[in-house]
């Protein structure tokens, strides 16, 4: 049984008097010990989908279900105690951290909420103990966010999300605000707390490069659905849907000398005031059929494991990008 089950999901967001819909249809699943990336442009729904995942979130329609429990069946209490087995990284470390409070309060805080038979000494030692683990000192412990580096700030977020030992954490784009050197750095201590503590993650990003880093599958979200899931070696590898594509030919190729030819889309996104009620990508794909439009396109098996949500995935290969030498 997989850690955490998301099962149609949608959500509808009301904005001055319009509908807003953000998440159309999702289900993915997440099991023990495993990293899935939600990958996507601004306002495709992965981040909305991240904060549904956590219970921030009520969806309109759908279910959340963690090692079985159906999150909208709990009363606040159990809600709150699930907290400590679910937990978040923001993307901007600096905004998710209060500026009035000591770093080892902030770090503290979960064990104040969560593990209240603890003193307050217990408390400091956890605290130290967390802040050394992320590659922090006990003296970070006495100052304030603003005296930290970006990189620091971000590895505070990770040692008071992971300090209740959770077994699910979202990271909603971590290091999108880190440059390269300190970036890398930060994944490497992610990669090193999933294997020591067998933590799960949910890994909302638009770089590519990091994705196929850290991820074990990646679902591809595009104007609140998932066109395309998988391995990530065989998604970012073998793509099939027209926009994965797309998407991956306006990224910068990480092979030495290597130029990708861009896939351009025709048109714009369209209005997310109105939920789609065909193929998500029908008027800006470049090989779309009458039957595009005809109605949704539901998913197909491509390779094992690696599914698409498109009739012409089999005629899309022609679009792949290609390398080049530079």
Known sequence: MSLMELTGIRHVFRRGGKEVHA??????????????????????????????????ITPTTGEV????????????????????????????????LNPRIKVGDIVAEPLVIHDRELSREQRREKVVAMLERVGLTAEHADRYPRNLSGGQQQRIGIARAIITRPELVVLDEPTSSLDVS???????????????????????????????????????????????????????????HPYTKALMSATLSTVVGERREHIP??????????????????????????????????????????????????????????????
């Open 65 to 96: 279900a963690f090692d079985g429990t159906v999150l909208g069946t709990l009363r606040k209490p159990a809600l709150r105690a699930l907290r400590s087995r679910v937990q978040v990284v923001f993307q901007e470390p600096y905004e998710s």
């Open 182 to 240: 300190v970036r890398a750095r930060v994944l490497d201590l992610l990669r090193d707390l999933q294997r020591e503590q067998g933590i799960s993650y949910i890994f909302i990003s638009h770089d590519l490069a990091t994705v196929g880093l850290i991820s074990d599958r990646v679902a591809v979200m595009y104007l609140g659905q998932i066109v395309e899931q998988g391995p990530t070696a065989e998604v970012l590898g073998n793509p099939k």
């Open 23 to 56: 998440v159309n249809g999702v289900s993915l699943s997440v099991g023990a010990g495993e990293t899935v990336a939600v990958i996507g442009e601004s306002g495709s729904g992965k981040s909305t989908l991240g904060r549904i995942a956590l219970g921030l």
């Open 265 to 326: 889309l025709q048109g714009e996104i369209p209005n997310p005031s109105t939920a789609p009620t065909a193929c998500v990508l029908s008027g800006r794909c470049p090989i779309e059929i009458d039957e595009c439009s005809a109605g949704p396109v539901a998913f197909r098996p491509v390779a094992e494991g690696h599914d698409v949500a498109c009739l012409r995935a089999e005629r899309s290969d022609a679009l792949l990008p290609t390398g080049e030498s530079a």
